[in-house]
């Protein structure tokens, strides 16, 4: 089976300060994919990135990063110089593992930037 | 390019009744997902289709639920009949190519309250 775990349920940070979001996962597949998205207060799920488990580089986006580590199971998402616009849940998520087709979600982390 | 459709944003209704949630998939992706977003359980894979068959229905919680999708351009998820504990944002997602491995893009949900 695979798991997702996103052990920080809340984060609140003051605006212009730099936020890590921890994700770990567990699959016992060696191809499987990664994805984070964003669930604004409107509700609705945007997609921000998709990393394959061959694919270790990290990967930069504007004020967003991304540190994937197999060693440790790991798929962290970094804000740089967070904005109010930030706040958000954040969830990450799996496919790909264990035969399963579909996403396995964490939890997510509700991040708050504060002004 | 529209993104993934859903109606009815918004349904109340009362325990016992019968309640269908639709979707249109982005055109051109061969599958689709219904997701089911609770406080409790997070976000669930109910079901997903391949060209429009279903693949994977083991996440239905019950005989209660159904889905189906006749045509490449639409999808139902219907509750017959429907209880409280049924509330909760219900998504669809799409995506091209393998199911396990390309980006899912989801609706902008259906918010179901069942009285």
């Known amino acids: 089976a695979q798991k997702v775990t996103q052990a920080q349920t809340e984060i609140s940070v003051v605006e212009k300060e730099d936020v890590t979001l921890d994700c770990v996962y567990e699959?016992?597949?060696?191809?499987?994919?990664l994805f984070w998205y964003k669930q604004p207060p409107s509700g609705e799920l945007v997609f921000l990135i998709r990393?394959?488990?061959?694919?270790?580089q990290n990967e930069i986006s504007g004020r967003y990063s991304w540190n994937f580590q197999k060693s440790t199971s790991s798929f962290n998402f970094t804000i740089t110089a967070s904005q109010v616009v930030d706040s958000a849940v954040y969830f990450c998520?799996?496919?790909?593992?264990?035969?399963?087709?579909?996403?396995?979600f964490g939890k997510g982390t509700h991040l708050i930037i504060q002004p | 390019d529209a993104g993934v459709i859903q109606s009815p944003r918004h349904e109340v209704t009362e325990m016992g009744q019968e309640v269908t949630l639709r979707c249109k998939p982005i055109?051109?992706?061969?599958?689709l997902f219904w997701y089911r977003q609770t406080m409790m359980r997070g976000l669930e894979l109910l079901i997903y289709?391949?060209?429009?068959?279903?693949?994977?229905d083991s996440g239905m919680p019950e005989d209660r639920f159904s889905a189906k999708m006749p045509n490449a351009s639409f999808s139902t998820l219907k509750i017959q009949p429907s209880e409280p504990r049924d509330s909760a944002v219900y998504f669809c997602?799409?995506?091209?190519?393998?199911?396990?491995?390309?980006?899912?893009?989801f609706g902008p949900g259906t918010r179901l309250t069942v009285l």
């Open positions: 997602a799409s995506s091209t190519g393998r199911p396990s491995t390309d980006t899912q893009y």
């Open positions: 699959t016992r597949d060696t191809t499987y994919y």
């Open positions: 990393r394959n488990s061959f694919d270790e």
């Open positions: 998520a799996l496919s790909g593992g264990g035969g399963a087709d579909g996403l396995t």
């Open positions: 055109s051109g992706h061969n599958s």
């Open positions: 289709f391949n060209n429009n068959v279903p693949i994977d």
